[in-house]
């Protein structure tokens, strides 16, 4: 049985911190067939996690649910909500300051912008290189000894806080290994780590991802922002069906997540 959760996440701790290179006299398959594949396994389980965002100065208590293609972060304490929906033909971000207020979409070059004080912009949570018109193979490469498929997204016209983004795809997984993002000069800016997963149910989650700001030039980061997740459960079909996961005014889906959030803490 394969499991599905997270799959953006979990799939990075297959990489190492090395730089690879690509090898372009072995090519890939079509873009097409690697894209198809690539997006038939990315689902979430219905699953919430507690853990925390923590920056260099702040750390900020959350709660993450998963459904399908949509995530919803859930940030404690702070009047902050944040609505990811991850589909093969566009992404929706959003966010509201209260439970009862309508989502407002984040678009354009707002995508670009950090949330909080943290190095994650939106537009590190929507993979939209995978979906960028223009895509450049670079053969096969290898990372911690999984094979897997180079590729190097260009945004075009859309708005990007980089001029490219590289990544990887598992020969065997179809599944994202690794994304470095670069500035018009070539430079990593931006790179994304698991540092550990765990398993919860009969799923793999992330247990700890590091997001590091690169200073153009350098190989050491500037700052980094960790995401870690405590623990989770999976939702019940019960509570499932009753979150509503559709963007817009939703008081409801606030009240359920509670329930179960109840639930959750009467594990420990």
């Not at 894209?35 to 925390?52: A, E, T």
């Not at 293609?69 to 909500?81: A, I, N, S």
């Not at 190989?219 to 069906?241: A, D, F, N, R, V």
Request: hydrophobic share 35%.
């Amino acid at each position: 049985m394969v499991l599905r959760i997270f799959p953006f996440f979990f799939v990075f701790f297959l990489s190492c911190f090395l730089w690879s290179k690509p090898n372009p006299d072995k090519p890939s398959p079509p873009l097409e067939f690697i894209q198809g594949r690539f997006w038939r396994n990315f689902r979430l389980k219905d699953y919430i996690l507690k853990g925390s965002i923590q920056a260099a100065k702040d750390t900020y208590p959350i709660t993450l649910i998963l459904h399908d293609r949509t995530m919803e972060y859930h940030f404690v304490g702070l009047p902050l909500q944040i609505h990811v929906e991850i589909n093969p033909d566009n992404t929706y971000v959003a966010y509201k300051n209260h439970p009862s207020d309508p989502w407002q979409p984040i678009t354009g070059i707002n995508r670009t912008k950090h949330i909080l004080n943290t190095d994650i912009s939106y537009e590190d949570l929507c993979l939209d290189f995978i979906r960028w018109d223009k895509i450049k193979p670079l053969g096969t490469d290898s990372i911690k000894t999984l094979s897997c498929w180079a590729f190097e997204a260009y945004p075009g016209l859309v708005p990007s806080a980089y001029a490219k983004v590289r990544y990887w795809i598992a020969e065997d997984y179809y599944a994202l290994l690794r994304a470095e993002g670069y500035n018009a000069g070539g430079q990593i800016v931006k790179r994304l780590d698991i540092n550990s997963v765990q398993r919860i149910g009969d799923a793999y989650v992330i247990k700890e991802m590091q997001i590091a700001t690169i200073p153009p030039g350098k190989t050491l980061s500037s700052s980094k922002t960790y995401i870690q997740i405590e623990e989770g459960k999976p939702l019940s079909p019960k509570e499932s069906e009753n979150l509503d996961f559709s963007p817009g005014e939703n008081p409801k889906m606030q009240a359920d997540t509670g329930v179960a959030l109840e639930s959750l803490d009467n594990k420990k």
